[in-house]
């Protein structure tokens, strides 16, 4: 008797495939939801009869029952499909009272069963109507099939390989003749059942136990491809039956589908990637990130449930990261867009940050293995032998990514010694439970395959064992790491990130082990610096000091610890009292050890906090001490970084001959090694901060060019390290340089624009509150609103204020109140001076400006000649005895165009001259054009717009 649900019938323009729930009309399929379709199928089957309520609900509803609103609902959206492909005939009836009835004439297809039928050419599974992302596969698959005979689809589960296979079957049956024939063997348990299947699927009756010389007659025909879809569960059989045939069936074409390969003569082996993903953190809109076929899949999908979702470029970031969260899997990124109709895009997203949830149902015509992705992972675990079963659950405790010699180090044991459990991985890589990470031989588990194997894991009683194995590893790992000489241990680091989070998150656990987080902390403080991961660093640091014992105590552990914790606080929060204490404390710890690297680091961050309040007295104290603690060792690095604190110190005390002497010093007697080691430990470039100082003497000393040159050295060495402290800190100088020589050329807006963008994404509050400053003297220079631009200054104080980073807080101040003076309001550009209670008595390397910029304020505010005359005098004395002669040039500039009388001006004119003659380039540079203007001929004296113009 005919099994009915291998029938298709026909009615009207219609034919409905019972077998597979496909309503298709001339070849194109009819979209209907579940729900309709089951109605449509109990209707048509009992055509011309009436179906009651009841009925219905029953066959539809089995287990949970509906209302009749729900039964309306679904009739009436089975009604407009039908009508929307066939308008104007009636194929439902409405029977008050007693239910509904097909009142079409039905036909059915298919042909009766007996022991010579052979199935229709046709008869393959429903494509779906869009295949996303895989047209490349399509093409190349279908060339290897013509070219090569026999090709083996391998991936993981979920990738999509039945769903590409049945795309070739399709494109491919007209050059076969319809001769397509397609085996589904994912049920088969046994492996003598792999010809059966293939013989029934041809058609072919066999009465003998040995049915392949039938096969090979049968298929000896016409060409043909057969495809054999899942073999995992009997892949010896279609090994051994695959081989025979291709062997010996030349017209044979085949292509099977498997999540390893079958390793036979004559098999060509195409494995299967995910979909594409957008980078994570690409910051894409709508539509770039709609090039992506994972997130095309994800919105393609969601419209199912919802037909009027379109992708904002808001929420395009949640979609990228859904789809990498499922690791671009198409049946995984299937499962999620059934979510969304409940719970949103975003509430999605964070559903799988929370859990990986497996157990989400699919597309109810999806064969059994498919439903969930949890049954597509049983299904592919139950395949499994034992060892395989135990490793692949050991190796869940990877994050990101291991290689093999991590994995045997940590999952081997006296269960799984160390040669089982590398043949076990390199078996699961071969059986597509392992994923290759890159072209340098590394592995990873999909994160849906790592969360089955994590569960697995859970219910074995394994899991805190391995975890803790697994820290250990890490720690020896990143120790090792940290002894190396350079940052090149560190950097080497990098890629194991993700697993020294996940050793730290399970050792500070409530079932970890505190010991071995500190441990793994310590050894890992360099590797955070390195990596320029300064907030994460510091809260590791901070829980790991939390967690120290008296046992701890005054060793190097906790000095390591103390100094990483301080540098990041330093880093992210500015120079805070906790920062100074914990600095402070690191040093005696240094001193009690002996350890003359600790010592030099610690002074050296602690001579940064007075530089930077500024407190130059102690700075220079700190400075000193750094020289006492490095003479006489022989550590050249140590000498260099006492001659680099002292001569920075000197530079901003204004005492720039010595300061350039001793950064020079310190610039071409460093040791390389050293340098790279405080750069590891902390961060720190010394390198870069000399260039960035030396480049402003040069301006200073008169060489706007050699500053410029010197500015980029120390932005180009700044980007190679790719530390984002080094490159804010060479920024903020370059900017400074290039407002200085030509605020207008626009090289300070976009080394300011760069410098900004640094800043917000390391989260730098000293860097963010100098680039608002900076662009506070932008907007009133262009012509923007006053009062925007005042609150934008100020908010740049408080971030400054904040972070205790006071270097810059009087000369941004003065400069913004010149600015404001040259927009024409000298009143509001005085009230923003005086409210910055300049101490103009202060030795700054800025001061003779400070000076200069007052004295015009005086002059444009109506304070008198005299007054001015008075600041402008003191400024070009301090330019002078600092030896500043760009300082002096600005001041003698000032002074000639205020001087109104021809006695005064002629020796101001004079000085001017002088100080002009003096400069040996950068002669097109703003403040020269300025200076010539002013030495060419009569000035038109127009307060201190002109001068400054």
Excluded at 638 to 664: D, K, S
Aim: charged share 25%; proline share 3%; with cysteine.
């Amino acid at each position: 008797m005919n099994d009915p649900r291998g029938r298709v019938l026909s009615f009207g323009p219609f034919e409905l495939s019972i077998r597979n729930r496909l309503l298709s009309k001339d070849a194109t399929v009819v979209p209907l939801g579940a729900r309709a379709m089951d109605l449509l199928i109990v209707l048509v089957e009992h055509a011309n009869r009436v179906v009651g309520r009841r009925t219905l609900i029953e066959r539809v509803w089995p287990k949970r029952g509906a209302e009749q609103v729900s039964l309306r609902v679904h009739i009436s959206a089975l009604r407009k499909a039908l009508d929307q492909n066939d308008p104007g005939r009636r194929y439902i009836a409405n029977v008050p009272g007693r239910g509904y009835s097909f009142i079409v004439p039905v036909t059915a297809l298919s042909p009766p069963a007996s022991e010579d039928y052979r199935p229709s050419k046709h008869r393959l599974p429903a494509r779906l109507m869009r295949m996303l992302g895989r047209s490349d596969a399509l093409a190349v698959i279908q060339m290897k099939l013509v070219e090569q005979k026999f090709v083996t689809i391998v991936g993981t589960g979920g990738i999509g390989k039945t769903t590409l296979a049945v795309a070739v079957a399709h494109e491919m049956s007209s050059a076969f003749d319809g001769h397509v024939h397609f085996v589904d063997l994912s049920t088969l348990g046994d492996a003598s059942l792999v010809a059966p299947a293939l013989a029934a699927a041809l058609g072919v009756s066999v009465r003998t136990n040995n049915v392949v010389p039938a096969l090979i007659d049968r298929l000896r025909e016409t060409p043909a491809l057969v495809i054999f879809d899942g073999c995992e569960p009997s892949i010896e059989g279609v090994s051994a039956v695959a081989e025979e045939l291709v062997r010996n069936v030349p017209t044979l074409h085949l292509l099977a589908t498997s999540r390893e390969a079958m390793r036979v003569e004559g098999e060509h082996v195409y494995e299967l990637g995910t979909l594409d993903c957008p980078p994570e953190d690409g910051g894409l809109s709508a539509r770039d990130a709609l090039q992506y076929p994972s997130v095309q899949l994800l919105v393609d999908r969601v419209r199912v449930v919802r037909n009027d979702f379109a992708l904002t470029d808001q929420e395009a970031p949640i979609a990228v990261r859904i789809c990498r969260r499922l690791d671009g899997i198409p049946l995984a990124i299937e499962l999620a867009a059934c979510r969304v109709d409940i719970f949103g895009l975003s509430g999605t997203a964070r559903l799988l940050d929370e859990r990986l949830n497996l157990s989400w149902p699919g597309r109810r015509t999806a064969p059994s293995r498919h439903q969930t992705l949890n049954a597509t992972l049983e299904w592919s675990f139950d395949l499994l032998g034992e060892a395989e079963k135990r490793v692949l659950s050991r190796l869940s405790v990877f994050a990101g990514g291991f290689t093999l010699e991590a994995a045997v180090a940590v999952v081997a044991d006296e269960i799984v010694e160390e040669a089982s459990a590398s043949d076990c991985v390199w078996e699961l890589r071969s059986k597509s439970m392992i994923a290759a990470q890159g072209q340098d031989g590394r592995l990873r588990l999909l994160d849906t395959t790592r969360g089955f194997a994590l569960q697995r894991s859970a219910e074995s009683g394994e899991q805190d064992l391995f975890c803790r194995r697994h820290a250990l590893y890490f720690t020896d790992l990143f120790r090792q790491g940290a002894a190396m000489d350079g940052s090149g241990g560190s950097k080497a680091l990098a890629i194991e990130i993700d697993n020294l989070r996940a050793g730290l998150n399970w050792a500070f656990s409530a079932t970890g082990d505190a010991k071995i987080g500190v441990e793994l902390a310590a050894a890992s403080a360099s590797a955070w610096m390195a990596m320029a991961l300064l907030t994460e660093c510091r809260d590791w640091m901070g829980k790991a000091i939390s967690h120290l014992d008296r046992m701890n105590s005054g060793t190097r552990q906790e000095m390591v610890l103390q100094a990483a914790f301080a540098s990041c606080v330093m880093f992210t929060g500015g120079m805070t009292d906790r920062s100074y204490t914990t600095w402070a404390k690191a040093l005696r710890l240094a001193e009690g050890l002996g350890d003359v690297d600790y010592q030099v680091d610690a002074l050296l961050v602690l001579w940064a906090h007075e530089l930077r309040v500024p407190n130059y007295p102690e700075a220079i104290r700190l400075a000193d001490r750094c020289g006492e603690v490095s003479q006489g060792t022989g550590h050249l690095g140590a000498v260099a970084t006492a001659n680099y604190m002292r001569g920075i110190t000197y530079y901003h005390t204004g005492r720039i001959v010595e300061a350039q002497g001793l950064l020079e010093l310190s610039l071409h007697r460093d040791d390389e090694a050293s340098r790279q080691l405080l750069i590891k430990r902390f961060g720190y470039d010394r390198k870069v901060d000399n260039l960035a100082g030396l480049a402003t003497l040069a301006w200073l000393r008169g060489s706007p060019d050699q500053a410029r040159r010197f500015s980029g050295m120390a932005v180009a060495e700044a980007r190679q390290s790719n530390r984002a402290v080094n490159l804010c800190g060479a920024l903020t100088f370059a900017c400074f340089i290039a407002y200085l020589t030509d605020p207008d050329d626009g090289e300070a807006v976009a080394l300011v624009g760069e410098l900004a963008g640094y800043a917000d994404k390391h989260a730098l509050h000293n860097y963010q509150g100098f680039c608002l400053g900076m662009q506070a003297f932008y907007k009133v220079r262009q012509g923007g609103e006053i009062g925007a631009a005042s609150a934008m200054l100020q908010a740049g104080l408080e971030k400054l204020s904040t972070a205790r980073y006071g270097i810059f807080d009087w000369f941004l101040q003065a400069e913004f109140a010149r600015c404001l003076a040259q927009a024409n309001r000298p009143r509001e550009g005085l009230e923003a001076f005086e409210r910055a209670k300049i101490d103009l008595d202060q030795s700054r390397w800025y001061g003779p400006e400070l000076h200069r910029i007052r004295g015009e304020l005086a002059l444009g505010n109506g304070e008198g000649l005299a007054v001015s005359r008075q600041y402008l005098l003191r400024a070009l004395e301090l330019a002078n005895r600092q030896a500043s002669l760009s300082w002096a040039l600005r001041a003698a500039t000032s002074l000639v165009v205020a001087e109104k009388s021809e006695g005064r001006r002629e020796p101001a004119w004079h000085a001017l001259q002088s100080t002009y003659a003096k400069f040996q380039e950068g002669l097109d540079t703003h403040d020269l054009r300025l200076a010539r203007h002013v030495l060419g001929g009569p000035s038109q004296r127009d307060g201190v717009v002109v001068s400054m113009r």
